[in-house]
């Protein structure tokens, strides 16, 4: 069985400033992958490659399928949810609106009402405000609108870009349960990038460690998180 | 009072194609954030292809339908052809191709159907009801636009393509991550303008005559039409395409300096009084974003 998602010499630029160096990535099926790295590194530009939201060359092939030169909507449609930075909130719809957009490739009425009231079983907070426009939302509970519109997808891969950005602790702990939730029961494929890394560790069973556009150490998180080494210069915990 | 009611009827009744016109501004301004220039000559065309529709002896129940799908096709052609591939080029850019729309478009009706001027028969026929009060034409207008926006509303409301379209005009870039086709929303949205414009079209040319430029005034009063309602708001749009209608009748009858001559200033300054003292119109909605 090959990997849910494999990466080969992603490389990617802004313009004619190149960001990433020819990226090795792999998420298993049914796997958690974190992507660490400082400030800048380049882990939201491995995303927004991975979704053909940016220029970029190599080979990406996800489910058996090369999505190298695809587009972002055809991405989408394939199964992958992304999690952006900065959220993608569609401010001037209602909160319910935003997660019927994040349905928008599914068939089913039924099966879709039903995600929905899922979605608020997990976000009570957002089931509160569901006729609200979600611009109105604090930062918090827009964080938690993205998730939840993600999930809104069914993918069979989720790519998180720090989605625990902005949220109080216990939410942050309550998101992390829903994610391994959704991946241990219904074996969603994660790629997440955590600045929290111990959490993302947690999480995940497979890191990958970028700076400056390289991938520096991978492996399984074990290794990754027995390597004092490591663990002091680049996790900071 | 029965001329002040008389005026108020027929401002209404004309309101409501400045509220069409305004309404497929605002529908393509949310698309792709600029003005379309064009939009007045594409209705003209429609208003055209009605007429020769109609003197090839097709009924008009068949002659509207008919239209408005032509109308909407060629709306999409526009968007896929010309419009699409400019993407995010500058408001410059747009502005030349808009004027460019405009002129081949009026030049293209000049040359198949020349500049006479022609009379357009009435769908609803000549007579009028309640003693003279409100013209068939009237009735008939004020219905086919509020039952126009009406769908209008529904359709946007609660399909999910309607949902759709608002997504990817509202934030493109999320609605291409939840899978939506961004580009064909858009054609979608200049077809649905396209289609909207060609029965503001119908409805107007039996009262203002059919001819190359009918369509001139009828865009500047619906433009003041969309900047007073709000180019962020197509319900402001509909309401400020209605208040400008009757505002241009009540003061074409009652200041006497004004006259029938004089109407077309009074949307101008409209427009720049609006920009000058509330830019977002008067029932703009200020979207609330947190950063
Ligand atoms: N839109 C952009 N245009 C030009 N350069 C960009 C753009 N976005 C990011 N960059 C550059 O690319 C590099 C990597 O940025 P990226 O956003 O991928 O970092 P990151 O690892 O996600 O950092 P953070 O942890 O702060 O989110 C940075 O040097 C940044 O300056
Ligand atoms: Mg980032």
């Given amino acids: 069985m090959t990997a849910l998602l494999n990466v080969t010499k992603l490389s990617a630029s802004y313009g004619d400033f190149r960001v990433l160096h020819g990226i090795d990535l792999t998420v298993e099926r049914g796997g958690v992958t974190a ?5 800048g590194a380049g882990k939201t530009t ?34 992958i949810a992304h999690v952006p930075e900065g959220r993608g909130t569609f401010i001037a719809l209602t909160v319910e609106e935003n997660l019927r957009c994040g349905a928008m490739t599914r068939k089913g009425r039924a099966s879709i009402d039903d995600d929905i009231e899922r979605a608020y079983h997990w976000f009570p907070r957002l089931k509160e405000r569901c006729g609200q426009q979600a611009g109105t939302l604090s930062g918090g509970e827009q964080q938690m609108l993205a998730v939840a519109r993600a999930l809104m997808l069914r993918p ?8 625990s950005f902005g949220l109080a602790p216990i939410i942050v702990s309550e998101l992390f349960s829903i994610l391994r939730k959704v991946n241990e029961q219904e074996g969603v494929g994660m790629l997440i990038v955590e600045q929290n890394a111990a959490l993302a560790l947690e999480l995940a069973r497979q890191a990958f460690l970028i700076e400056t556009g390289r991938i520096l150490i991978s492996g399984s998180v074990t290794e990754i998180r027995d390597n004092e080494s490591i663990r002091a210069a680049y996790l900071g915990y | 009072m029965e001329l002040l009611i008389q005026q108020l009827v027929s401002g209404v009744a004309t309101g409501g194609i400045y509220a069409c016109m305004a309404l497929s501004i605002v529908m393509i301004y949310q698309a792709i954030h600029h003005l379309n220039f064009a939009q007045g000559e594409m209705a003209m065309f429609s208003t055209f292809i009605a007429w020769q529709l109609l003197q090839w002896g097709l009924p008009y129940w068949i002659v509207i339908p008919l239209t408005v799908a032509i109308s909407f096709s060629g709306g999409i052609a526009i968007e896929r052809i010309v419009i699409g591939p ?23 009706a000049s040359f198949i159907w020349d500049f006479t001027t022609r009379p357009f028969p009435s769908p609803f026929g000549a007579g009028s009801q309640f003693g003279n009060l409100i013209s068939n034409q009237q009735i008939g207008m004020i219905a086919v636009t509020l039952l126009v926006l009406a769908l209008l509303y529904a359709f946007f409301r609660y399909t999910r393509v309607g949902l759709a379209m608002r997504a990817a005009a509202e934030n493109p870039t999320s609605a291409r991550l939840a899978g939506i086709r961004v580009g064909l929303m858009a054609a979608l949205g200049w077809g649905m303008a396209a289609a909207v414009g060609s029965i503001a079209g119908v409805l107007i040319a039996p009262i203002v005559f059919l001819e190359p430029n009918m369509m001139l005034s009828i865009l500047l009063y619906g433009f003041a039409g969309a900047v007073l309602g709000g180019l962020s708001n197509p319900a402001g749009a509909v309401a400020g395409g209605f208040a400008v209608g009757v505002i241009e009748n009540l003061a074409g009858t009652y200041v006497p300096v004004i006259g029938s001559e004089l109407k077309l200033p009074i949307a101008l300054l409209l427009i720049v009084i609006v920009l000058v003292f509330r830019p977002t119109g008067l029932f703009g909605r200020t979207i609330v974003q947190r950063v």
């Fill in chain 1, 35 to 39: 992507l660490l790295g400082a400030n």
């Fill in chain 1, 156 to 163: 069979k891969l989720m790519l998180l870009d720090e989605p």
């Fill in chain 1, 46 to 79: 491995t995303l927004r490659a991975l979704c053909g939201m940016i220029k970029h060359s190599g080979d990406v092939v996800f489910d058996g399928v090369d999505i190298a030169r695809c587009a972002t909507e055809d991405i989408a449609r394939l199964g």
């Fill in chain 2, 86 to 108: 400019l993407g995010e080029a500058a408001v410059l850019s747009h502005a030349v191709v808009f004027i460019g729309l405009y002129a081949v478009i009026n030049s293209l």
